[in-house]
C-alpha cells in the first residue's frame, strides 16, 4: 500500500469567541464525505493518543453550523480550549520549573516514541503532524487548571495511513530525536534517560526479524552506542 495522505486542506481560519477567549475555533468551509470521515477518524486518533500514550491534547469537538463565508451553506467549526503558555520552541524554562518539565517532557516523547513505534509495527492510520516540531506542543494550563502540562494542540491534524514497517516512521522517529534535542538546548539538560529508553523499546524487535538491519541502523544513526 503506497504512503497516502488522508488530510485536505480545509482554508482553515483561526477565530476565537468575543464572549470567551479561553475557546479557540477553526473554522472549514469544505464539507464533504472525505472530510466528515476526516474528522471523525482524527478524534479517534486524538484520543489514543491521550489514553494509551499518555499525551495530553487539548478538547478537540467538531460541529457542523451555518458557512461564514459566500457561496457555502456549511462549515465545519473545530472547537479546543486555548492553553495559556508558550509553544515548546519558544519556552524559556525558570529555575524552578526545569524538574518537573524535564519530567513532562520525558513523559511525552517516550509517549510519542511508543506510539510511533506501534505504528510502524502495525501500519494504518496516524498523525503524522506529532513530531512536526515542538511547536505542536504547548507548556501551560487551561483557564481552570492549577498546574502546567504540555499539551498536543494541533487543530485538524493530517491523518497519513502507511503499510507495516514503513520508513516513513523511522523517518518520524528521526524527527522526534531533533525535538529532543531542541528542548535539551532550551531546558539545559541532557534527555539520556529517555533517549536510553526510546533505544530499549527499539530493540525489542528480535534479530531474526526481516527488519531488524534497518531498525539498527535507525538505532545508530540516532545515536545508540549499545545497538548491535
Same mark, same amino acid.
Given at each position: ?37 476526516? =474528522?471523525?477518524? *482524527?478524534?479517534?486518533? #486524538?484520543? @489514543?493518543?491521550?489514553? &494509551?500514550? !499518555? ?57 510519542i516514541a511508543g506510539y510511533l513505534w506501534d505504528v510502524f509495527l502495525e ?28 499539551? =498536543?494542540?494541533? *487543530?485538524?491534524?493530517? #491523518?497519513? @495511513?502507511?503499510?507495516? &514497517?514503513? !520508513? ?61
Amino acid at each position: 500500500m503506497p504512503n497516502e495522505n488522508f488530510g485536505h486542506d480545509y482554508r482553515m481560519k483561526l477565530m476565537q469567541f468575543l464572549q470567551n477567549p479561553d475557546v479557540v475555533v477553526r473554522v472549514s468551509d469544505r464539507i464533504n464525505d472525505m472530510t466528515r470521515r476526516d =474528522f471523525r477518524e *482524527i478524534k479517534k486518533v #486524538l484520543k @489514543v493518543l491521550q489514553t &494509551r500514550y !499518555g499525551i495530553n491534547v487539548a478538547r478537540n469537538e467538531v460541529i457542523i453550523g451555518p458557512a461564514i463565508l459566500p457561496n457555502q451553506q456549511e462549515a465545519f467549526y473545530l472547537v479546543t480550549d486555548r492553553i495559556h503558555g508558550l509553544s515548546l520552541d519558544r519556552k524559556i524554562y525558570k529555575p524552578e520549573e526545569k524538574e518537573e518539565a524535564k519530567q513532562m517532557l520525558h513523559t511525552l516523547y517516550l509517549g510519542i516514541a511508543g506510539y510511533l513505534w506501534d505504528v510502524f509495527l502495525e501500519g494504518g492510520e496516524y498523525i503524522d503532524d506529532i513530531t512536526f516540531s515542538n511547536e505542536q506542543f504547548v507548556y501551560g494550563r487551561r483557564k481552570n487548571d492549577t498546574k502546567d502540562a504540555i499539551w =498536543f494542540t494541533d *487543530i485538524g491534524p493530517q #491523518l497519513m @495511513v502507511v503499510d507495516p &514497517r514503513s !520508513g516513513d516512521i523511522l523517518s518520524c522517529l528521526t524527527k522526534l530525536f531533533e525535538m529532543i534535542k531542541q528542548s535539551e538546548s532550551y531546558l539545559g539538560e541532557q534527555f539520556t534517560e529517555t533517549k536510553e529508553a526510546i533505544f530499549t523499546l527499539l530493540g525489542n524487535m528480535p534479530q531474526d526479524d526481516q527488519d531488524y538491519w534497518k531498525v539498527l541502523a535507525t538505532r545508530r544513526e540516532l545515536g545508540d552506542k549499545k545497538g548491535t
